[in-house]
C-alpha cells in the first residue's frame, strides 16, 4: 500500500434483481447528501459517499451473479470505483449490505468473499 493512498471504505451491496431495487432507491434517498457521484453499468450500481468520517464507496451487484466462485466481486467493485476515485485513493473492505431474498448457496459464497476481504487493500 503506497504511503499517501487515502483510504476509501468499500461496501458491497448485493441485491435480489429486479425485486430489491426499489429497496436501493430507498437506501439512496435516506443517503442522498452524502452521495457525490453515481453510475450504473447494467446492473452494477456505484456510489461514492462523503461524510464526515471519511469517504465510502458503495458497489451494488445483483445476487445472481453469485453462482459459484467463478465470479469476482472485487473486480466488479473496482472497474465501477475506476469511474469515482481520485488518483491517490484505494479501497479498504468495510462492510456488506444484502437487500431482498439471498439463497443459502449465495450466502455462502458471500460469506466466503467476506473472510477474504477483511485482509484486502487495492
Not at 468499500?10 to 447528501?33: D, R
Not at 466481486?73 to 470505483?81: E, G, I, L, N
Not at 469515482?84 to 443459502?104: A, C, Q, R
Amino acid at each position: 500500500m503506497d504511503l499517501a493512498q487515502q483510504e476509501v471504505k468499500l461496501t458491497y451491496c448485493f441485491y435480489e434483481n429486479p425485486a430489491a431495487k426499489q429497496e436501493i432507491k430507498f437506501w439512496e434517498s435516506l443517503v442522498e447528501k452524502h452521495i457525490v457521484s453515481k453510475s450504473f453499468i447494467d446492473d452494477h450500481w456505484g456510489y461514492r459517499l462523503e461524510k464526515e468520517d471519511g469517504i465510502e464507496f458503495v458497489c451494488c451487484i445483483p445476487l445472481d451473479n453469485l453462482i459459484g466462485y467463478e465470479f469476482k466481486p472485487s473486480r466488479t467493485a473496482v472497474k465501477v470505483f475506476d469511474l469515482h476515485k481520485n488518483d491517490n485513493e484505494g479501497l479498504k473492505y468495510h462492510k456488506t449490505l444484502i437487500f431482498g431474498k439471498v439463497e443459502t448457496e449465495q450466502l455462502k459464497i458471500i460469506s466466503k468473499w467476506m473472510e477474504i476481504w477483511q485482509e484486502w487493500f487495492i
